[in-house]
């Protein structure tokens, strides 16, 4: 009969264990990975920042060497759970911590203030106008004077707050059907 550790290959060299092994190592990782980060709350899952980033590329680096048995599957699990553990314990600190928290997600970074790009911001956040108007657009802001305050945040996404004030169009006709003047008054 075969038991728990041959069905895994567990305790063989690598170059030796077979597809059927492989294949429910990766079950067992895939598994025991979702319960991991499951336990790690939501932070892990909500928006990516670089500090969330890194942790999925190091749990993926773990959990891949454990599969093809280059790491042996039980360290490896208790890696993958000391990983997310840490990045629970550091998202905890950044709540409390304003510092850290600016260290490890980053400041948002203000594109836009008042309906004006700012070109500085722009160049050392590595965006093109044309990119920066291409997200406004898909906001459904057309006008950068819609604009109060768009920033890049620390998760790569542009956050826009639309401006407050409020215009009040009148449009009065000069020719019936033919011409109209349009004003715009500030509120």
Known sequence: MMGFEDLLGIGRPSQDIGVLQMGLRAVV??????????????????????????????????????????????????????????????????????????????????????????????????????????ELRCKGIRDLREVGLASLEGSGSISVLRTTSKTKVIEIPITEGIHVVRVEIAQ
């Open 29 to 134: 990782i895939y598994l025991a990975t979702i319960l991991t980060i499951r336990l790690g709350r939501k932070r892990f899952r909500g928006r990516a920042t670089a500090f969330d980033i890194v942790l999925g590329i190091m749990i993926g680096s773990v959990a891949s060497r454990a599969i093809t048995g280059d790491a042996p599957m039980l360290p490896a699990m208790v890696a993958t759970a000391v990983l997310v553990g840490l990045h629970y314990l550091l998202s905890l600190l950044t709540i409390r911590w304003d510092a850290l928290g600016s260290a490890l997600k980053g400041q948002p970074i203000p594109l836009v203030r008042d309906g004006v790009i700012d070109e500085d911001n722009l160049r050392k956040s590595h965006i093109s106008e044309d990119d920066l108007r291409e």
